[in-house]
């Protein structure tokens, strides 16, 4: 997009050119970096985040490996010849032309616009002038005829008008998609135009493969390895953790080295397999921003999800469960027979997580750290808001609808699956013709992409600038870049996401630890006992809110039936809430109080299976 350029008395003209659209097309691997450079400039470098331009100047010093299109009417060029600015339109194309040496096309464009008939002189005039080839384009908006209303509908969403208003951007069915014969059909008197479509086809020869992943150096002592430095931290962690969980004064030293031989055991195999897949940089990484949070006095969870099975991970305080003690599987976590990247959960305060992520964006480079996009989708419900308003149907009956098709987060139902399971529904769509048009339209925009946003934890951290491997993206609610590519792609991309989640809960507890405190009792929320009667006690009644995962209604109607008496039952219904699982909730429960007898399926697979019945 060209925002705006210094006109012929060389003086500034901010107004001239605002934000036109141009087509550029990645060439080759330079033509894909100075891409990536450029979208990072338009909403990187753009003081409105929600206006995306690039300034001229870059697109020079970026525009090698890009071939280049004028845009149409409503382009940089377009505009100008539609406002009888000929001379300044020839200027900025022989200076396109020059940016783009070889690889910049006039752009032809027929919608059945008459900007387009008025301004096509010009562009032609322009290509024959200049010597600059011709491509004809059809902008596609929308599949068929059919989905033009759908996309009509669409827009006002966009922009928050009604479908009724007459002073509002509007589109012809004639973006949709065309087919090859219908192009040459239509550009009959410039098949050198259509022609060009295939010779810029072919001079494009480029695909992104992926990226190994790529993590920032963590600076080791001198003249050691992260390998080395790995291990010698965890050696050094595992000893005090022994001391302080494991050890009693009464144990002997033989004792001791008994109880202390499985902990060795697992961490010397552990080590193995994370230096063997390359990840010790990662555990540096998460140790160290975990550490530094810690010191800061900023709450920190003692870890979630399958990172807890590593003993690696409790040695280096990244987490503050003894695998070894209740079971827990490192392979669930890491395993090289599929190997993906580790991804450590890490709850923080919800108050103070932010200080967590400026830490690692000032250690490792603002440019080197951004947060994930995320997009949201037009789902059942939110489309049939979204379209009953631009087309103003009243609220409450717009309401009433939405409330006929379930809400399963989960596992989100679709309007065709409602429409299936629901009579009243189909009822109304045969009986009334706007509740069939508003069904119609919904159902035709359901699934599209709605708004861009920041994913709740992911951050991506690495060792160069960002805008070399993917673009960015500024949210105007952050003020942290964006990355341009979603979670699945930016890994595509060798980056490597760790979470930083904020949690509420750490907040609350780190609040009550403190009222505790200020009453004169010494309280220590890493060495509370897990086996304390009254606590159980106020779990079996249900009194659980704010107990972070068991405060449901639904968790709590469990609770009262399960009456649990051990933290592995507490550990077993947390994992059983959930859909799918949930449905061997009541025979739990039964076997919990001898109601009915477990079935271990092999007398060998007693031990495995009878914690959970």
């Not at 902990?263 to 230096?275: H, T």
Request: charged share 25%; with cysteine; hydrophobic share 40%.
């Amino acid at each position: 997009k060209y925002p705006r350029y210094c006109n012929r008395s060389g003086s500034t003209g901010a107004a001239v050119v605002a934000a036109a659209p141009m087509v550029f097309l990645i060439q080759n691997q330079t033509g894909y970096h100075n891409l990536l450079k450029l979208l990072s400039i338009a909403y990187i470098g753009s003081d409105d985040a929600s206006d995306p331009m690039v300034p001229m100047a870059a697109i020079a010093s970026h525009a090698e490996g890009i071939i280049a299109f004028t845009g149409g009417s409503d382009g940089p060029v377009g505009r100008l010849l539609a406002d009888a600015r000929t001379v300044e339109a020839e200027d900025l194309t022989r200076r396109l032309s020059a940016a783009f040496p070889g690889n910049l096309y006039v752009e032809i464009m027929r919608h059945s616009l008459d900007i387009e008939e008025e301004t096509e002189p010009g562009f032609l005039k322009l290509a024959y002038k200049l010597d600059l080839p011709l491509v004809a384009t059809n902008d596609v908006f929308f599949s068929d005829s059919s989905m033009y209303d759908a996309h009509d509908a669409l827009i006002c969403i966009a922009a928050g008008i009604n479908v009724a208003q007459d002073d509002r951007r509007r589109l012809t069915p004639d973006y949709r998609f065309k087919g090859a014969q219908e192009m040459r059909t239509l550009f009959a008197d410039l098949p050198e135009a259509v022609d060009n479509t295939i010779v810029i086809a072919r001079r494009c020869a480029f695909m992104v493969e992926p990226v190994e992943p790529i993590l920032p150096p963590y600076h080791c002592g001198k003249g050691r390895t992260e390998e080395d430095e790995l291990k010698c931290r965890a050696e050094a962690g595992l000893a005090r953790r022994l001391e302080a969980a494991v050890f009693t004064t009464e144990m002997m030293p033989e004792e001791r080295e008994k109880a202390a031989e499985p902990y060795r055991r697992r961490l010397k195999y552990e080590l193995g397999v994370i230096i063997d897949m390359g990840f010790s940089g990662y555990f540096l990484i998460v140790a160290d921003f975990i550490h530094w949070a810690k010191e800061h006095g900023i709450p920190v969870g003692p870890g979630r999800g399958s990172g807890a099975g590593s003993l690696v991970a409790w040695a280096l305080q990244i987490t503050d469960l003894d695998p070894l003690r209740w079971g827990l599987l490192f392979e669930r976590f890491l395993n090289p027979e599929r190997v993906s990247m580790p991804d450590f959960d890490i709850d923080f305060c919800q108050n103070r997580r932010d200080e967590v992520i400026r830490y690692v964006q000032d250690k490792y480079g603002r440019d080197h750290v951004a947060q994930i996009i995320t997009f949201g989708k037009l789902q059942a419900r939110a489309v049939l808001r979204d379209v009953g308003r631009v087309f103003e149907i009243p609220y409450g009956y717009v309401d009433k609808i939405c409330k006929l098709v379930p809400n399963n987060p989960a596992n989100p139902v679709t309007l065709s699956q409602a429409i299936a399971g629901e009579p009243q529904l189909r009822q109304m769509i045969q009986e009334d013709p706007a509740v069939a048009r508003l069904i119609d339209i919904a159902q035709r925009l359901e699934g599209l992409y709605r708004h861009a946003s920041t994913h709740a934890a992911g951050v991506v951290i690495s060792d160069r600038a960002l805008d070399e491997l993917i673009p960015l993206y500024r949210d105007p609610r952050s003020d942290m870049p964006v990355t341009g590519f979603n979670m699945k792609y930016v890994e595509s991309a060798g980056l490597v996401k760790f979470d930083f989640l904020g949690l509420k809960t750490l907040t609350v507890l780190a609040t009550a630890e403190r009222l505790v405190r200020e009453t004169g009792e010494a309280l220590d929320l890493t060495s509370i006992p897990l086996d304390d009667p009254a606590t159980f006690a106020m779990i079996s009644e249900g009194t659980t809110t704010g107990v972070f995962q068991l405060e449901s209604s639904g968790m709590v109607d469990v609770l009262t039936k399960l009456r649990p008496d051990t933290f592995e039952d507490i550990i077993a219904v947390v994992a059983l809430y959930r859909p799918g699982p949930m449905d061997n909730i009541p025979s739990y429960i039964k076997r919990k109080h001898g109601e009915e007898k477990p079935d271990y399926l092999y007398p060998t697979l007693e031990g495995i299976l009878k914690e959970t019945f």
